[in-house]
């Protein structure tokens, strides 16, 4: 959604943040990091508009260095160099150029707390500027024009205020992503239950305001949250959407339950994927120089298992059928390397069965164990 609307998105866990006061990154670094997001696709977005101008600026910058500088009695040899140029025929000829150096250039100041980093801009732009650090290198031309194209575009982009289209861009279409919501819940015993886990409940408390719409005060400026759209998710295996903030609820007010793989699901996973589970152990089987074939019926009996596992131990989705997978290729490919180059083995339903035997007689007697 964010890509087709060309909006900043951001992708965080919950459990990566812990409440005010302690040792730990605060949740006002979500729309931080978002800032950060919009900056570079401003920034994306400025660069292919000044491509084609940075080009032209980059080819005359190299026919400088071959023909010299322009003039009326050399427009003819650099008409010709122009051609072998775009020709490629010039591509293996060496030129001197200045080299950005980033080492020099990279500022000793903690780039993760913002304050300082604006302290530094600050401080820069009062000193004038800072002239950046280069070093002259000998590059063919095919290396030297993408290093020459970047420092130009480096150079039309400063005249640009990528902050002015950035910051509308978060506050109007920014995207968050909270994974693992449920990580930050604790089951509520008792009315007055309050946990003392510094990366819980109290998360939950610094996300209301920042939900509900708030400014944080970032390097490139002033956000505010009021339109940014919150999407969190979570597996709530362990505790229910009530056990979070009652406050923390009503601001994610939309809620939508996904519905468990079914038997039919997990085939499809098993099946369609280009790099799906089976291919992979084909091919690592294939290594050996054994040929590994599944049966349709093995493979249907796979994800009968593994939907079984499911709903009778805990849903773990598609990863039980890692678990399943492993289960029957355990035997195969450990025996794989003693094998004769070419032998076939076949993973027939049988087959399955068998490895899967121990699984279902432990989770038959787990039944009767209270």
């Known amino acids: 959604m964010a890509m087709i609307n060309d909006a900043p998105f951001l992708k965080v866990e919950a459990t990566k943040f812990t409440e005010v006061g302690y040792h730990g990154r605060d949740v006002d670094q979500i729309i931080r990091d978002l800032m950060d997001v919009a900056m570079q696709l401003a920034k994306k977005k400025h660069t292919e508009i000044f491509k084609e101008q940075a080009e032209t600026m980059a080819e005359e910058r190299i026919l400088d260095?071959?023909?010299?500088?322009?003039?009326?009695?050399?427009?003819?040899?650099?008409?010709?160099?122009?051609?072998?140029?775009?020709?490629?025929?010039?591509?293996?000829?060496?030129?001197?150029?200045?080299?950005?150096?980033?080492?020099?250039?990279?500022?000793?100041?903690?780039?993760?707390?913002?304050?300082?980093?604006?302290?530094?801009?600050?401080?820069?732009?009062?000193?004038?500027?800072?002239?950046?650090s280069t070093e002259r290198k000998k590059l063919?031309?095919?290396?030297?024009?993408?290093?020459?194209?970047?420092?130009?575009?480096?150079?039309?982009?400063?005249?640009?205020?990528?902050?002015?289209?950035?910051?509308?861009?978060?506050?109007?279409?920014?995207?968050?992503?909270?994974?693992?919501?449920?990580?930050?819940?604790?089951?509520?015993?008792?009315?007055?239950?309050?946990?003392?886990?510094?990366?819980?409940?109290?998360?939950?408390?610094?996300?209301?305001?920042?939900?509900?719409?708030?400014?944080?005060?970032t390097k490139h400026g002033n956000v505010n949250?009021?339109?940014?759209?919150?999407?969190?998710?979570?597996?709530?295996?362990?505790?229910?959407?009530?056990?979070?903030?009652?406050?923390?609820?009503?601001?994610?007010?939309?809620?939508?339950?996904?519905?468990?793989?079914?038997?039919?699901d997990l085939y499809k996973i098993l099946t369609e994927p280009v790099a799906n589970l089976v291919r992979q152990q084909v091919e690592l089987i294939g290594a050996?120089?054994?040929?590994?074939?599944?049966?349709?019926?093995?493979?249907?009996?796979?994800?009968?298992?593994?939907?079984?596992?499911?709903?009778?131990?805990?849903?773990?989705?598609a990863r039980r059928l890692h678990t399943v997978l492993e289960r029957i290729m355990e035997t195969i490919s450990f025996d794989a390397a003693e094998m004769e180059d070419g032998t076939a083995v076949t993973v027939t339903k049988e087959t399955v069965t068998e490895r899967l035997q121990s699984v279902t007689k432990k989770m038959d007697v787990s039944r009767y164990i209270l």
């Open 225 to 264: 949250t009021d339109y940014i759209l919150f999407i969190a998710s979570g597996a709530f295996h362990a505790v229910k959407v009530s056990d979070l903030l009652p406050e923390l609820q009503g601001r994610l007010p939309i809620r939508v339950e996904l519905a468990g793989l079914t038997e039919d």
């Open 288 to 317: 050996e120089g054994v040929e590994l074939i599944f049966e349709d019926d093995a493979l249907r009996e796979i994800a009968r298992m593994a939907a079984m596992l499911n709903k009778t131990v805990e849903n773990i989705g």
């Open 65 to 132: 260095i071959l023909a010299g500088p322009s003039s009326e009695n050399a427009t003819r040899g650099r008409e010709s160099f122009r051609d072998m140029l775009r020709q490629g025929l010039l591509d293996d000829q060496e030129i001197e150029i200045d080299v950005p150096n980033p080492k020099q250039n990279q500022n000793e100041v903690d780039q993760s707390n913002p304050q300082i980093v604006a302290m530094g801009d600050l401080m820069q732009r009062l000193a004038g500027g800072k002239k950046q």
């Open 140 to 217: 063919p031309i095919s290396d030297a024009r993408g290093i020459i194209l970047e420092v130009e575009l480096e150079r039309l982009l400063a005249n640009v205020d990528l902050k002015k289209s950035a910051v509308p861009g978060v506050e109007e279409s920014g995207v968050v992503f909270i994974d693992e919501i449920a990580k930050i819940c604790s089951p509520r015993e008792g009315m007055g239950g309050r946990s003392a886990d510094a990366s819980a409940e109290g998360v939950q408390r610094d996300l209301l305001p920042l939900i509900e719409g708030t400014t944080i005060s």
